[in-house]
């Protein structure tokens, strides 16, 4: 699967933006769908994720509250909805795909990765 990230920019604080990650190629429904970014100097981290049936969710207790994630299969897309947003939410954000039968949040279990898009938040 291919995945393309787009949706990024400059935004102020408590504002919002919406990330969309587009697939192609083998069946989207087959893949657990992650967001994750990259703040500089720091590692990669998971921000939220959604199973292939869309019932498990997970996102970090950082963004709990603000961010939602959701697809739509029938567009082979995931969507991050990020409200509220803070200057420490500035980052490159990535969307990959994992083919696992099982719902999982690492980093390291994510197969297939989109490119980064970017996020800045001012204060």
């Known amino acids: 699967v291919q995945l393309q990230a787009s949706g990024g920019g400059l935004v102020q604080a408590g504002g919002s933006l919406r990330l969309s990650c587009a697939a192609s190629?083998?069946?989207?429904?087959?893949?657990?769908m992650g967001w994750f970014r990259q703040a500089p100097g720091k590692e990669r981290e998971v921000v939220a994720a959604l199973s292939k049936s869309g019932i498990n969710t997970y996102y970090a207790d950082s963004v709990k509250g603000r961010f939602t994630i959701s697809r739509d299969n029938a567009k082979k897309t995931t969507y991050l909805q990020m409200n509220s947003l803070k200057p420490e939410d500035t980052a490159v954000y990535y969307c990959?795909?994992?083919?696992?039968?099982?719902?999982?949040?690492?980093?390291?279990?994510?197969?297939?990765w989109g490119q980064g898009t970017l996020v800045t938040v001012s204060s």
């Open positions: 190629g083998r069946a989207f429904s087959d893949y657990n």
């Open positions: 990959a795909a994992d083919s696992s039968l099982f719902f999982r949040v690492g980093v390291s279990r994510y197969d297939y």
